[in-house]
Nanobody, 123 residues
Framework: VQLQASGGGLVQAGGSLRLPCAAS????????MGWFRQVPGKERDFVAA????????YYADFVKGRFTISRDNAKNTGYLQMNSLKPEDTAVYYC?????????????????WGQGTLVTVSS
């Protein structure tokens, strides 16, 4: 199974982007799908996660009310809808999948990673 994140780009502050994360290969089965972001020289930060089975969502405080994580089980695709973007949201965004129940905020516990997609927010 492979994950592929896409949808990044350049957007002005206050704008929106939607990042899909598509799983390909054999039947995709995941406990959590998570989104993380990273800027050069810093650690990969947790952004949001979703329980693939029941749809429960979790967010970092700095995106609550602005970002929404969702999934389409039939399409094996997760999404990160980002609204009211700020320049400080500029980063490479990664999607990840955890095959088992884990502490979803910890990047090191995820089993699969997408390649990352760059989001640049201009002021």
């Amino acid at each position: 199974v492979q994950l592929q994140a896409s949808g990044g780009g350049l957007v002005q502050a206050g704008g929106s982007l939607r990042l899909p994360c598509a799983a390909s290969g054999r039947t995709f089965s995941s406990y959590y799908m998570g989104w993380f972001r990273q800027v050069p020289g810093k650690e990969r930060d947790f952004v949001a996660a979703i329980n693939w089975y029941n749809g429960t969502t979790y967010y970092a405080d700095f995106v609550k009310g602005r970002f929404t994580i969702s999934r389409d089980n039939a399409k094996n695709t997760g999404y990160l809808q980002m609204n009211s973007l700020k320049p400080e949201d500029t980063a490479v965004y990664y999607c990840a999948a955890a095959l088992y129940a884990i502490h979803y905020r910890q990047a090191g516990l995820y089993d699969l990673w997408g390649q990352g997609t760059l989001v640049t927010v201009s002021s």
